[in-house]
């Protein structure tokens, strides 16, 4: 997935020199996905800049006023807890506190979530306190083909976006469109076609759920899965459809349950789709702690593909009751 982010970010500053690239080693490029950027494009549109999160997003409100098209490289997805005051109470609100005359064409990108052992204070995924802020497109692929796609949609946004890397599928390799591909932000996209169950899996735990459901085909349960690519806004046509389809709903969320975007999702499947459920809404998510950093109790918090299918057997069984 890093080298499709990494194309995405050399096809966009290629195509508009209005895109600048700043964060924390840039130019270095510990993950990857900047790596090169600063060689070709110099250090006046890829800056290096201290380490302070809350100047970073704040220079990105600022360069985005001005004309710029800005790239805020976060690092990890924790830090933009410390940028939040410039996210949340600017670049989501500055464009209807002046009644359009300020549009922020920002990319926040940032690394989230578990499953490499970064410990509490670099594993969160926060995309669901990120959907709740209004304002901001949040996107959050599951595959590299999307990764790019979404990215270069993002880049073109005259509206402010967060892009979120799963932490767990950056070394991942994966299929990119050799043609240029846009995708849609807010569109959703179902990845494996099934009839007795919906699976929503979000972000990372594409890779798991996929497991989960081919696992289950051999128990002749047939899963459909969804990714919702962008949580906000969230394309609630894809997931209601399939819902309709299946009867059964299974949101997997890399987040922690309280808050999450599984429990988000389970609330518009009881509110706009109750009528097609025919069993109850099961949500697999992190425990509700901090991420651990041993690697057995991390494993342990954050949901795989059996503890998905062992859901869904479950919700199966239910229904045989």
């Known amino acids: 997935m890093i080298h499709a982010i990494n194309d995405a970010l050399f096809e966009e500053m290629e195509r508009d020199e209005r895109v600048i690239l700043f964060g924390e080693d840039v130019g270095t490029s510990i993950f990857g996905d900047t790596r090169g950027l600063q060689q070709k494009f110099g250090r006046e549109r890829v800056r290096d800049t201290p380490i302070s999160e809350t100047v970073m997003a704040g220079m990105a409100v600022g360069a985005a006023a001005a004309g710029y098209r800005v790239i805020c490289h976060l690092m990890y997805a924790n830090f933009i807890y410390t940028a939040f005051d410039a996210i949340a109470n600017q670049a989501t609100k500055l464009r209807l506190m002046t009644n359009g ?44 083909g999307d990764a790019k796609g979404l990215l270069k949609s993002a880049i073109r946004c005259d509206d402010p976006v967060v892009f979120l890397q799963p932490a767990s599928r950056g070394g991942e390799m994966g299929d990119v469109p050799d043609a240029e591909t846009l995708i849609p932000l807010g569109k959703a996209s179902v990845t494996k076609e099934g009839a007795d169950v919906t699976l929503v899996a979000i972000a990372a735990m594409q890779r798991p759920a996929l497991r989960a459901a081919a696992e289950l085909a051999e128990e002749g349960i047939d899963v459909e899965v969804v990714d919702p690519r962008t949580v906000f806004p969230l394309d609630r046509a894809t997931i ?36 097609h459920l025919r069993a109850r809404v099961t949500c697999i998510t992190t425990r509700d702690l901090p991420i651990a950093y041993s690697p057995p109790l991390e494993t342990a918090m954050i949901p795989d593909a059996a503890r998905i299918a062992d859901g869904i057997r479950t919700l199966m069984k239910e229904r045989a009751a």
């Open 240 to 275: 209601l459809d399939s819902l309709k389809k299946t009867g059964r709903l299974v949101v997997v969320d890399e987040a922690r349950q309280a808050g999450s975007m599984a429990n988000q999702i389970a609330a518009i499947a009881a509110g706009e789709g109750f009528r």
């Open 101 to 144: 005359q300020i549009r922020l064409p920002i990319v926040f990108m940032a690394v989230g979530g578990g499953g490499r052992s970064n410990s509490a204070q670099h594993s969160d995924y926060p995309h669901a306190a990120l959907a709740s802020l209004g304002g901001l497109y949040v996107v959050t692929p599951g595959n590299s």
